[in-house]
């Protein structure tokens, strides 16, 4: 299984992620939109989970009792239409910590909650690059019935490609947050592998440089120079030494020629 990084509508429409040319009308409709990212929400991205599967009956104050428990909220939300009001099946909870936020999308998922298991995850139209909507004929999941189904996310994980295409490691497991929360104060402090492969290998170097002349100097500093002095200065006499010898040589060959 694998998953997608960036929304691709071709992509998310084949099973094994290796379509090249939309299989029905909504795949068309969702390459052809022009969705816009929401730019009046005030909530942070990082902090918001995407509530699928309710029941129409949920409301914001059950929703907040589910979650409560894996920190302070700051905000639920529950979509309702416009013009009945009735719910539409989903909502948000926004955390007021990004850690509460990943423990809840780890631990949330498939839990029940008023007789129905819903689906957790990340709030992919502000921080997924290329995000197309369900509503537009993007989204993930699907009913089978419809036959249209989209793959790519917790949900519906890719299948392993039958053809040689290549996977990148990170893309094999469902928690790919460390490509969007980037901004955050937790990401940013982090040191574990993932966020050191998000650099090249020269980036990499060059943050290491920069990070050692902008410490302050340690008493050790001093030692260390000394030492490759030292080194360096037994490496030279060597050198002229040796350079010598070749040179004794040479005058004792060029005596026997005479």
């Not at 920190?71 to 979509?79: E, F, H, P």
């Not at 309702?80 to 999308?105: C, I, K, L, P, W």
């Not at 502000?126 to 993930?140: F, S």
């Not at 947050?177 to 290998?201: C, D, G, I, L």
Request: glycine share 6%; charged share 30%.
């Amino acid at each position: 299984m694998w998953y997608s990084k960036e929304y691709d509508p071709i992509q998310t429409g084949s099973i094994d992620g290796t379509a090249v040319k939309p299989h029905d009308a909504a795949v068309k409709r969702a390459i052809l939109s022009n969705y816009r990212t929401p730019k009046h929400l005030k909530s942070d991205p990082n902090c918001t989970l995407f509530i699928g599967r309710l029941n129409f009956n949920t409301i914001e104050s059950t929703l907040k009792k589910q979650f409560e428990k894996y920190g302070a909220i700051a905000d639920t939300a529950i979509i309702r239409n416009n013009v009945t009001g009735m719910s539409q099946g989903y909502g948000f909870v926004t955390f007021t910590s990004e850690r509460a936020t990943r423990d809840a999308y780890r631990d949330a998922n498939k839990t029940t909650i008023d007789g129905h298991v819903i689906l957790v995850d990340y709030e992919r139209s502000r921080v997924m690059k290329g995000w197309v909507p369900r509503r537009l004929g993007g989204g993930y999941g699907g009913r089978k019935e419809s036959g249209q189904l989209r793959f790519g996310a917790r949900d519906r994980p890719f299948r392993e490609p039958a053809s040689s295409l290549h996977v990148p490691h990170d893309q094999k497991r469902s928690d790919n947050w460390s490509y969007h929360s980037n901004t955050s104060k937790e990401a940013s402090n982090s040191r574990s592998p993932e966020r050191r492969s998000r650099y090249s290998h020269h980036e990499y170097i060059h943050r290491r440089r920069r990070h050692h002349s902008s410490r302050s100097p340690s008493p050790h500093d001093d030692v260390d120079r000394m030492r490759k002095r030292q080194r360096y200065s037994s490496g030279s006499s060597n050198r002229s030494l040796s350079s010598d010898k070749h040179r004794t040589k040479e005058n004792r060959h060029k005596h026997h020629r005479h």
